[in-house]
């Protein structure tokens, strides 16, 4: 009888709930990734892809530095927007902070990309 109970495979476990939930949600997208996809869409390689992409992120780097406008043709402008100091609150204990002046990237989207979302 002892054979018998132990030649039986225990049961497949099911996926917990969260992990479905999780997978359901928007995911993440990596510049490897991305540099995949131009490598296998314009036949190139995709270390030398990725290279370029990875340039491409730090010309935008040098450019906003500088405090150059970034127009990208279809996608938006990027620019660094200055915030001047300010008085906030602590929300934990409500006491009054001194917000110092910093800088800030911001986003315009273009049209054609309000477009395609």
């Known amino acids: 009888m002892a054979k018998q109970a132990s030649s039986k495979a225990?049961?497949?476990?099911?996926?917990?709930?969260?992990?479905?939930?999780?997978?359901?949600?928007?995911?993440?997208?990596?510049?490897?990734?991305?540099?995949?996809?131009?490598?296998?869409?314009?036949?190139?390689?995709k270390r030398q892809v990725e290279a370029l992409v990875n340039d491409l992120g730090?010309?935008?780097?040098?450019?906003?530095?500088?405090?150059?406008?970034?127009?990208?043709?279809?996608?938006?402008?990027?620019?660094?927007?200055?915030?001047?100091?300010?008085?906030?609150r602590n929300?934990?204990?409500g006491a009054e902070i001194q917000i110092p002046a910093s800088k800030k990237i911001a986003f315009r989207p273009a049209k054609e990309l309000k477009e395609a979302i």
């Open 10 to 45: 225990p049961a497949p476990k099911a996926a917990p709930p969260a992990a479905k939930a999780k997978a359901a949600g928007p995911s993440t997208v990596t510049v490897k990734q991305i540099a995949a996809e131009l490598a296998e869409k314009h036949d190139m390689p």
């Open 58 to 88: 730090d010309a935008f780097a040098t450019h906003l530095k500088k405090g150059n406008k970034i127009r990208y043709s279809g996608i938006g402008v990027l620019e660094v927007r200055s915030r001047a100091a300010r008085t906030g």
């Open 91 to 93: 929300p934990a204990t």
